[in-house]
């Protein structure tokens, strides 16, 4: 069975920094994705980004990038430029590319992002 | 599109009593699927489907039973609510196959006394 892991429940960045949250996860698989999801006060789970694993060219979405290493099978998250608005959960998430697993996705424990003014 | 829709937002049981949450989804998605959020722990699959008619279990599906009658619908009973219970539960639906997004819910907050 997969497993994710946030090593970080708290994180903290002052406005208009960066900050990297950590992610790592376990697989035998050689085909999957992984996503980062947001998780603000509203409690609506929101996709930040996505990455295939086949892809050796990191994703990016405006001033969320991340940092894939699959040989150390590391997924980090950067947020550049931080806003008020990025304080929330994070939760970096597993899928397996086998279509036996269905889209079964395998979540960490989650980090909490403070933004401070 | 409404997306994927919950009902109720919060709901109080005492130990015993049976309930239904409701999903639905007007997305057209084939795959849908219940988690269940606990502080430290992050969101874990109870049950999920692939199509009407086809469910199957997730991580932690005792205590719960689903059924797919329809493409929209995913509706999860809890049979006889325990205070292990006690939870947030989303439903989220996708696309079959590939990074396809999943969209979740809003969330049912649950308590169980």
């Known amino acids: 069975a997969q497993t994710v892991t946030q090593s970080q429940p708290e994180m903290s960045v002052q406005e208009a920094e960066t900050v990297t949250l950590s992610c790592t996860y376990d697989t035998s698989e050689s085909d999957y994705y992984l996503f980062w999801y947001k998780q603000p006060p509203s409690r609506q789970m929101i996709l930040v980004i996505r990455q295939e694993a086949y892809k050796q060219q990191n994703a990016t979405e405006n001033r969320f990038s991340v940092n894939f290493q699959k040989a150390a099978k590391s997924f980090s998250l950067k947020i550049s430029d931080s806003q008020l608005g990025d304080a929330a959960m994070y939760f970096c998430a597993y899928r397996s590319g086998l279509e036996t697993s269905g889209s079964r996705l395998t979540f960490g424990e989650g980090t909490q992002l403070t933004v401070n003014p | 599109n409404a997306g994927v829709t919950q009902t109720p937002k919060f709901q109080v049981l005492k130990t015993g009593q049976s309930m239904t949450l409701q999903c639905a989804q007007d997305?057209?998605?084939?795959?849908m699927s219940w988690y269940r959020q606990d502080p430290g722990m992050g969101l874990r699959l109870i049950h999920y489907s692939v199509g009407a008619g086809i469910t199957d279990q997730g991580e932690v599906p005792n205590g719960y039973n689903v059924s797919r009658s329809t493409t929209e619908d995913f509706p999860l009973r809890l049979l006889s609510a325990a205070p292990s219970q006690t939870s947030v539960y989303f439903c989220?639906?996708?696309?079959?196959?590939?990074?396809?997004?999943?969209?979740f819910g809003p969330g049912t907050r649950l308590t169980v006394t």
């Open positions: 997305m057209n998605h084939e795959y």
């Open positions: 989220a639906s996708s696309y079959f196959g590939g990074p396809n997004e999943q969209y």
